[in-house]
């Protein structure tokens, strides 16, 4: 028999500084563009796997009428995320700890049910967005994004950036996470059970020399310092010299003047 895909997986990033320096610059503009519009000013939301809360203030700017609900397993960015909508004066919002395993709402409660980046991070994607579909109202949507490390892609060329790839492939799948999972996102909503499916993708890029500055710097920073290089060091897949070569490579790349960085992402949005 296969066996059950486990029900958890380890987040990879952690929640360094330099993860959140990510975390905190997302918006609904720059992460949730393909939903915006099916978005109306009454609707109830459910953001799984909110994080510091930015794109969940974001959603609730744009339902004045209704109300976002974030969740997330860490307390200590649930408090973040609560801190986040206080500083913005938002009302219409609600924060919880919570496993996306085993939501602690009722069925068809929220009218859209958003995450993103979240299923990369987990072991049971299918089972997860079975989850998120049981507390969608009907005809309601479930909307997910993820990026995919694979379709990841830069210039110029450089050894040390092939490095890093390849090493967090190795340590996000060793934590029981699909680092592509872009790519999956619709075969995984079709294996959940959904027959309404409308699949797109979307890119960020990081070309100007503010860009590249910020880009490298936290994925240099990361690579030594956050719980990423614990997990790569601690499970055997690099050593403290090889992160600090790979650290070095992005900061080099980061400093060229035609540096250019994609990132791909898959989204879907899919009718209950």
């Known amino acids: 028999m296969p066996e059950k895909p486990q029900e958890t997986a380890v987040y990879t990033h952690g929640h ?37 809360g930015t794109i969940t203030a974001d959603l609730a700017e744009l339902v004045p009428d209704g109300r976002v609900t974030g969740v997330d397993r860490a307390p200590e960015i649930v408090a973040r995320a609560r801190a986040t909508a206080a500083e913005r004066g938002l009302g219409n919002t609600d924060f919880a700890v919570a496993d996306v395993h085993a939501l602690d709402y ?3 409660t929220f009218c859209v049910v958003h995450a993103h980046q979240l299923l990369q991070h987990v072991g049971d994607p299918v089972g997860v967005l079975r989850e998120m579909r049981r507390v969608t109202r009907p005809g309601g949507i479930v909307a997910v994004r993820d990026s995919d490390y694979g379709a990841m892609t830069w210039y110029p060329a450089s050894a040390g950036m092939d490095d890093w790839l390849d090493l967090y492939h190795r340590v996000a799948s060793a934590n029981g996470g699909e680092p592509d999972a872009g790519r999956r996102l619709k075969a995984w909503a079709l294996e959940a059970g959904f027959t309404d499916v409308t699949a797109t993708s979307a890119t960020w890029t990081f070309a100007t020399p503010a860009e590249r500055e910020w880009w490298s710097g936290l994925w240099a920073d990361r690579t030594l310092a956050s719980a990423y290089a614990e997990r790569a060091t601690g499970g055997g897949h690099a050593t403290a010299e090889e992160l600090r070569a790979v650290s070095a490579a992005w900061r080099e790349w980061g400093q060229q003047p035609d540096g250019w960085f994609g990132v791909l992402h898959g989204e879907i949005l899919c009718r209950k």
């Open 16 to 52: 360094h500084e330099s993860v959140l320096r990510s975390h905190t610059w997302r918006t609904a503009a720059n992460s949730a563009a393909y939903l915006l519009a099916s978005l109306r000013p009454h609707m109830r939301i459910l953001d799984v796997g909110c994080g510091p």
């Open 106 to 108: 009722p069925d068809d």
